[in-house]
C-alpha cells in the first residue's frame, strides 16, 4: 500500500505491525542517519583539506577580515570602510571565534584556516543529515539516498560545501529551511523554516530569502482553501520576530564595529540593486546568458539535467494520474518545493553579473529537483504492469542501465573534483616554505603582482610578514590594509576607521602598491606561451635576481585541450600528447642576496 505525498508515489510512514496490520513497517531510511552523517563529513572534510579557493572574494572579504581579528592586521576591502560597509562583522566574528579558539592548541596560522574550513564543513554535514532525514521520513528513502549521492559526489557541493562565504552559509540555512518546510505537516514547522531562511538572507546574503518564496506562497494558498489562515499568519509572525532578533544582533555587532548605526543586508541590496551609475555589480565584469548552464553542466552534470527536467515530469505524472482533490493540492505541493530552483536559477540568469558562488544557495534544492526526476523515473523503468514498454525489457537489462548511469555520472563528478585540485591548489602549498624552510625573517614583504587574485589569505604567511601588491596589468582596485591592532579597543577603532584610496567604482589607486624593490619574496607564475610585458615580466627565469624557494605545478588552460581542462587525465603513455593537460609552474621567489641571518 502506497499513498502519495509532496507530488511523488511514497511509502506509508513506518508504523509497528500489528494484527491488523502483520506487515512490517517500510524502512524510513536505507542509510542510517549516523552513516549518513559520516558520508557527508568525510566528503567534506575532503574538500576542507584539498579544494582550492576558487574566487578572490573568499579571501579578501572574509579570511582577511577574519585574520585582522584573530591576529591584528590584514588586507581591508572597500566593503569593510565605514563609507560603505556591505560586509558584516558578525558573520566574520562567528568564524574569528574558532579561529582563535584552534590557537589553543597550535599556533600556526595555517591550523586555524584549516580548523575554520573543517568546522564549515562539519556545520555543513550537519545540515545536509537533517534535510536527508525530513526527505527521507516525508517523501521516500529511495528520493533521500538519491539525494546524498548527488551531494557527497558532485563538484559543485565540494566547492560550496566548505567555502567561508555568505553564499555558502545561506546554503546551509536553506537547507535547514527547506527541511523545516518538508517537516511541517502535523507540526506547523512553518515559522522554523522561515527563520531559517531568515538567517541566511540576514546573516549571510539578502538575496537567498528569493529562494522561500514559493514555499510560503504554496502554504498561504493551501491555508486559503482549507481555512486555515489564521494559524499561518500567526507561524510567519512567529518568524518574523525571531528573524527581528537576529537583525536587532547584527545591527548593533557592525554598529559596534563601524561606529554607527548599520544595517548591512540593506546597503547590500541597495549596492546591488540601486547603485546607480557606474556602480554596482556589473562593473567587475559580466557574462553571457548561458554561464550558469555551463556551469552547473560541469558542476552536476546529468544532474542538473535532471533537475530542470522536474517540472515537465510531474505535469505528466498528473496527466495520466486519476484527477481528484488530493492529487491537485500534491501537484501544487510538489511544484511549490520544485520551484525554489527555477526561480533561482531564472533571477540570477537574467543578471549581466554572473559568479559560480552565487549559485550556492540554489544547490540543495538543484540535489532534492534531481533526485525527485531519478526517482520518477525509476519508477517508470521499474514498471511490469502488462502492456507497458518498460514491462517488455528484462529486469537485469533495466539494472545494468540505471547502474550504469549513476556510475558514470559519479565518476565524472570525480573526474572533474580530482581535476580541479590537482590543476589549481598550488597557492596552498608554496606559501609552506616560509615556515618549514625558515627562508624569512620578521617584517618581510611578500609581494602580489599578476597572482593576487589567487592569494590565499594571511593566514598562509609566519607572524609579522606582510602581502604587498607590485603593478601588473591589472588596473582595477585593490584592497587596502586594516590599522595595525593589538587589542580590543584598536581592534574596534581600526574597523571604524575610514581608510584611504577607497572607491566603490573599482577605479585603481596607485598608494595600493609598493615598489619591487621592498619585495623580499615574490609569487608568481609562468606559462612557456604567455607573453610578458614591462609590468608583468617572468621573475621566475629572471635568476640572476630571484631563485625559487619552492614551486608546484599549475595547469596551463590555454594549452590544454578542453578535455583536459574539466576533468582530471591521468599521465600514462596510452593518453595521446595532444589530449593530456599541460603544465606551467607557480613560485614563491627570494630576492637573491635576502639573507634571513642579516
Given at each position: ?56 572574494d ?6 582577511e ?6 591576529h ?30 584552534s ?6 596560522k ?52 566548505a567555502a ?15 527541511a ?5 505537516q ?44 489564521r494559524?499561518?499568519v ?67 552534470n ?42 533561482w ?5 537574467v543578471?549581466?553579473?554572473k ?27 521499474g ?11 528484462p ?28 590543476a ?27 597572482e593576487?587574485y589567487?592569494?590565499?589569505?594571511s ?8 602581502a604587498k ?35 566603490d ?9 609598493v ?12 606559462f ?8 608583468e ?31 582530471w ?22 630576492r ?7
Amino acid at each position: 500500500m502506497s499513498t502519495s505525498r509532496k507530488g511523488v508515489d511514497v511509502p506509508v510512514e513506518a508504523q509497528g505491525a500489528s494484527r491488523t496490520n502483520p506487515r512490517p513497517a517500510p524502512t524510513r531510511f536505507y542509510l542510517p542517519l549516523n552513516v549518513t552523517f559520516y558520508v557527508f563529513l568525510i566528503s567534506n572534510g575532503l574538500a576542507a583539506a584539498y579544494a582550492p579557493i576558487q574566487d578572490c572574494d573568499e579571501v579578501f572579504n572574509y579570511w582577511e577580515p577574519t585574520h585582522f581579528l584573530d591576529h591584528g592586521y590584514g588586507l581591508q576591502t572597500w566593503e569593510y570602510s565605514p563609507e560603505y560597509s556591505i560586509r558584516s562583522w558578525l558573520y566574520i566574528l562567528l568564524h574569528a571565534v574558532i579561529g582563535k579558539a584552534s590557537s589553543i592548541w597550535s599556533p600556526r596560522k595555517t591550523v586555524q584556516f584549516y580548523t575554520i574550513r573543517f568546522a564549515l564543513a562539519f556545520f555543513c554535514a550537519a545540515c545536509e543529515t537533517r534535510l536527508y532525514s525530513a526527505i527521507c521520513r516525508k517523501l521516500n528513502p529511495r528520493i533521500g539516498l538519491l539525494f546524498l549521492m548527488i551531494v557527497a559526489f558532485s563538484p559543485g557541493m565540494f566547492h560550496a560545501s566548505a567555502a567561508f562565504l555568505p553564499s555558502g552559509f545561506a546554503m546551509y540555512s536553506s537547507m535547514l529551511g527547506l527541511a523545516a518546510f518538508l517537516d511541517r505537516q502535523g507540526k506547523q514547522k512553518t515559522a522554523e523554516g522561515i527563520m531559517w531562511f531568515g538567517v541566511g538572507a540576514i546573516l549571510g546574503w539578502p538575496f537567498a530569502g528569493a529562494l522561500m518564496i514559493p514555499l510560503l506562497l504554496e502554504e498561504v494558498m493551501v491555508s486559503l482553501f482549507s481555512g486555515n489562515i489564521r494559524t499561518v499568519v500567526r507561524n510567519i509572525l512567529n518568524a518574523a520576530i525571531r528573524c527581528l532578533f537576529i537583525l536587532s544582533l547584527e545591527i548593533a555587532v557592525d554598529s559596534l564595529f563601524f561606529r554607527k548605526l548599520v544595517v548591512v543586508p540593506w546597503n547590500i541590496v541597495a549596492y546591488n540593486v540601486f547603485g546607480g551609475e557606474g556602480r554596482g555589480p556589473n562593473i567587475f565584469g559580466t557574462e553571457p546568458w548561458t554561464f550558469y548552464i555551463r556551469n552547473l553542466l560541469l558542476n552536476f552534470n546529468v544532474w542538473f539535467v535532471l533537475a530542470v527536467s522536474i517540472a515537465p515530469l510531474l505535469l505528466l505524472q498528473a496527466l495520466f494520474r486519476s484527477r481528484t482533490t488530493s492529487s491537485s493540492e500534491t501537484l501544487l505541493r510538489s511544484l511549490a518545493f520544485v520551484s525554489p530552483f527555477y526561480v533561482w536559477l531564472a533571477i540570477f540568469t537574467v543578471q549581466p553579473h554572473k559568479e559560480e558562488r552565487f549559485m550556492y544557495p540554489a544547490y540543495p534544492f538543484l540535489a532534492l529537483n534531481a533526485a525527485l526526476a531519478f526517482h520518477l523515473i525509476l519508477s517508470y523503468v521499474g514498471s511490469n504492469k502488462p502492456g507497458r514498454l518498460m514491462a517488455r525489457i528484462p529486469a537485469k537489462l533495466k539494472l545494468v542501465a540505471v547502474v550504469s548511469f549513476v556510475l558514470l555520472s559519479i565518476n565524472a563528478g570525480l573526474l572533474r573534483i580530482v581535476g580541479v585540485v590537482t590543476a589549481y591548489n598550488a597557492p596552498l602549498h608554496v606559501y609552506g616554505a616560509l615556515e618549514t624552510q625558515a627562508v624569512g625573517r620578521e617584517g618581510d614583504f611578500v609581494c602580489l603582482g599578476k597572482e593576487w587574485y589567487r592569494f590565499p589569505s594571511s593566514f598562509f604567511l609566519p607572524n609579522d610578514m606582510r602581502a604587498k601588491f607590485v603593478r601588473s596589468e591589472f588596473r582595477g582596485l585593490l584592497p587596502g590594509e586594516f590599522p595595525d591592532s593589538e587589542n580590543i579597543q584598536a581592534l574596534l577603532a581600526g574597523a571604524s576607521a575610514i581608510p584611504t584610496g577607497m572607491n566603490d567604482r573599482n577605479q585603481e589607486d596607485p598608494s595600493k602598491y609598493v615598489d619591487i624593490s621592498q619585495c623580499s619574496f615574490l609569487v608568481d607564475s609562468y606559462f612557456p606561451e604567455s607573453p610578458s610585458s614591462e609590468l608583468e615580466p617572468d621573475y621566475i627565469r629572471d635568476e640572476d635576481n630571484w631563485e625559487k624557494i619552492s614551486c608546484e605545478n599549475f595547469l596551463d588552460a590555454s594549452r590544454t585541450k578542453t578535455p583536459g581542462r574539466i576533468a582530471w587525465i591521468p599521465e600514462l603513455p596510452l593518453i595521446p600528447e595532444h589530449y593530456r593537460r599541460q603544465w606551467g609552474q607557480y613560485c614563491l621567489l627570494r630576492r637573491r642576496g635576502n639573507d634571513a641571518s642579516r
